[in-house]
């Protein structure tokens, strides 16, 4: 069974700080590297994929591939209340089989 | 500005009673794939879709679902008789560009069985 495992939280940041989103995947051969933000009630909407090992940033958002470690993160830097969300980890085993494994989301709340 | 559109946006429906799900996908693509999300629950892969046909599908895809290409713009999940346990969100994912591995979700249908 392919599995990805995230923290359901809830994680609560201050306004400003650093949040910290982990994730593992137990497939070794999984290539490709994903994380979603969802709104209660709305569609998964893709925030960052990041498909080497090492560090990928976007803004705000920093991806961090470890594949030896089978551990993918998401760093949100200086965070918005609007950042409030459940965060999905997302994996693909490879391309030509894109079909994508979920984690069961983070529930993130920024305190104002 | 959508990526993909999803009719109708709530369904509710008896059991047994077959629904169908529609979709838009951006023109011209020819991956397409359906997922789920039952309440409180995770995402789960239903099925992909490639160049008309069904490339995989995971084993909550069963003899009860079926995906069509009814014409060149829009995809179909039909679920033929529906059970309590089909309440969930379906979303349909489209990548934006032939060959990109990024999936793009539509909004979702929020099916009811009662």
């Known amino acids: 069974q392919k599995e990805v495992e995230q923290n359901s939280g809830p994680l609560s940041v201050p306004e400003g700080a650093i949040a910290s989103l982990n994730c593992t995947y137990s497939d070794r051969g999984s290539q490709s590297f994903f994380w979603y933000r969802q709104y209660s009630g709305k569609s998964p909407e893709l925030i960052m994929f990041i498909y080497s090992n090492g560090d990928k940033e976007d803004g705000r958002f920093t991806a961090q591939l470890n594949k030896a470690s089978q551990y993918v993160s998401l760093l949100i830097r200086d965070s918005q209340p609007s950042d409030s969300a459940t965060y999905l980890c997302a994996v693909m085993l490879h391309f030509g089989n894109e079909k994508l494994t979920f984690g069961t989301g983070t529930r993130l709340t920024i305190i104002p | 500005e959508p990526e993909v559109t999803q009719t109708p946006s709530h369904q509710v429906t008896q059991m047994g009673q077959e629904v169908i799900l529609r979709c838009v996908p951006i023109?011209?693509?020819?991956?397409f794939y359906w997922y789920r999300q039952i309440l409180g629950q995770k995402v789960e892969f239903l099925v992909s879709f490639y160049n008309n046909e069904i490339s995989e599908k995971s084993e909550i895809f069963d003899d009860q679902f079926s995906v069509e290409r009814p014409d060149g713009s829009n995809f179909t999940l039909k679920i033929r008789s529906t059970k309590l346990e089909d309440s969930a969100m379906y979303f349909c994912?489209?990548?934006?560009?032939?060959?990109?591995?990024?999936?793009?979700f539509g909004p979702g249908t929020r099916l009811l069985v009662l």
């Open positions: 994912a489209s990548p934006r560009s032939k060959g990109a591995q990024t999936q793009y």
């Open positions: 023109s011209n693509h020819l991956y």
